[in-house]
């Protein structure tokens, strides 16, 4: 699949792009700035070493992708999906944004009460699928591929085929990943993102993370 990442030089976006790249998606990181973004593609394949290469683009090309997967810091949410609304058109937009609001990010505050992702949705319309993942996924799990991820991904979203292709897509990143429910849900995941930065703060470990349970693998 052909994924492109909007913030994909950051931390979580960064993290995502190489283990889709190492199962074999063809991934473009976005950035504002096209140097950067090239920058830090070459950065990645550095560290996938032959076995797979990212691209690096503006916003606007890592978003003619045909999923597009937006990890940007909230205050940036808006703006970015704003300027990539038209090529937006028709595809599943994975939003990763948790709108957490320094300097207490250890506190759920949920701007109006509400998912940053259903807001999000709302202003770009139905033609754009919005589905909600990975906010529960801390970065600092993702470079080593041969660490399992102690987290579930609980994915969220109103069209069931556009929430099945971004299970997929966490399956594909070595993560379990849940169908859990209407994209109005994403606000449980949104709040627990706080909840685990405190509990990383109480306990002093880098990523804590959430697991489902009473319902067998499969
Ligand atoms: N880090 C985690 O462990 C984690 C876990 C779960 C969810 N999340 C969520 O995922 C999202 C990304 O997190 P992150 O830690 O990867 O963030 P980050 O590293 O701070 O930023 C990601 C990228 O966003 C772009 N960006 C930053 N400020 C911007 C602005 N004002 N306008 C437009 N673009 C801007 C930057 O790309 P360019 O400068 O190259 O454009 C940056 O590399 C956040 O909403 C976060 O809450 C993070």
Known sequence: MKIGI?????????????RWALKGHEVVI?????????????????????????????NPEAAQATVVVLTVPYAAQVATADS???????????DVTVPLAPPKVDRVQLPNGESAVVALQRRLGAAVKVVSAFQNVSA??????????DCDVLVCG????????????????????????????????????????????????AGSGIRITGVPRG
């Open 140 to 149: 600092t799990h993702l470079k080593d591929p041969a660490h399992e991820v």
């Open 84 to 94: 990539v609304a038209q090529q937006l058109q028709g595809k599943i937009l994975v």
């Open 6 to 18: 909007l913030g994909g030089t950051g931390k979580e976006g960064s993290g995502l792009a190489y």
């Open 30 to 58: 976005g950035s504002r700035d096209a140097a950067r973004a090239a920058a830090g593609a070459a950065e990645l394949n550095q560290l996938l070493a032959g076995k797979a290469e990212v691209r690096g683009a503006g």
């Open 158 to 205: 109103d069209d069931a085929d556009a929430r099945e292709t971004v299970v997929g897509l966490a399956q594909d990143a070595g993560l379990r990943a849940w169908h859990a429910g209407a994209l109005a849900n994403s606000i449980a995941a949104e709040a627990l993102t706080s909840v685990l930065i405190a509990i990383n703060k109480r306990y002093k470990v």
